[in-house]
């Protein structure tokens, strides 16, 4: 089974709309739509926004879904020039640009325990969902998005990510679901269409376009379903 997680109802909606054989289930708050899709076993749910409600919605689905691949779909603000509105950022790596223990001699975006900054996607994911970008004709960049508690809507700060984590596009949830499959070993990606540039301009941007992004990114998800 694939576990599909995205932070907001927009950017699961059209997707669970073409779930065939559905089982709700809900725990902790969270409904789980369990079904087939494009003849792939998956379960579907909107995590709520931010790392402890993606965190915990990824847990959620190892622990009682069994899941063997978590897809995390959305949207996100772009810090790389070449991601334009709509287009597509695919992870190959997450990091948390709010995790900071440097006040004890720790790299910025350092988690404790595991030691790393960033978190590897799986290679295999990633070349899924650039085949079905390819597919689908949309552009993509793969590289680093970096997640945080915070909208980013400020120039100083959307800097500071982009050039210390080199990160293509930045949002809240990916990192988390990152760790969780971690540490328990479980293949993910993330998959964001670009709602926003993540400066001062971000959410006016965000308000009209977040909608046509997150169907963007749920659209090539859903292809990269019928090539799995
Ligand atoms: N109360 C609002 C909050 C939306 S926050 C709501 O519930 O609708 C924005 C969402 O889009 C987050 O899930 C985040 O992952 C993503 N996102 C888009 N642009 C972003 C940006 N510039 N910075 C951080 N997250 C962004």
């Known amino acids: 089974m694939i576990g599909i997680i995205g932070a907001m109802k927009v950017e699961l909606e059209a997707l669970k709309a073409r779930l065939q054989d559905v089982t709700v289930t809900r725990i902790s708050g969270v409904d789980f739509y369990s079904g087939k899709l494009h003849g792939t076993d998956v379960v579907a749910a909107v995590s709520g926004v931010g790392k402890v409600f993606s965190a915990v919605c990824a847990q959620t689905m190892v622990l009682k879904f069994g899941v063997k691949a978590i897809i995390n779909t959305g949207v996100a603000g772009g810090l790389s020039p070449n991601l334009k509105l709509g287009e597509v950022a695919i992870a190959s790596q997450v990091c948390q640009h709010d ?32 085949k079905a970008a390819q597919k689908l004709g949309i552009h993509t960049e793969t590289g680093v998005i970096a997640s945080g508690d915070q909208f980013v809507c400020d120039t100083d ?31 993910f990606v993330v998959i964001r269409s670009i709602s926003d540039d993540a400066s001062g301009h971000a959410p006016v941007s965000y308000e009209s376009f977040f909608k046509e992004a997150a169907q963007r990114a ?4 859903e292809e990269m379903l019928k090539e799995a």
């Open 99 to 130: 995790m900071d223990t440097s006040g004890v001699g720790d790299p910025k975006g350092l988690i404790s325990g595991i030691n790393k900054v960033f978190i590897d996607a799986d290679p295999l994911w990633v070349a899924k969902a650039e």
């Open 157 to 187: 700060r959307k800097a500071w990510i982009r050039d210390f984590f080199r990160a293509e596009a930045v949002e809240m949830e990916g990192a988390a679901i990152g760790q969780v499959c971690f540490v328990n070993e479980i293949p």
């Open 218 to 221: 749920v659209a090539l998800t």
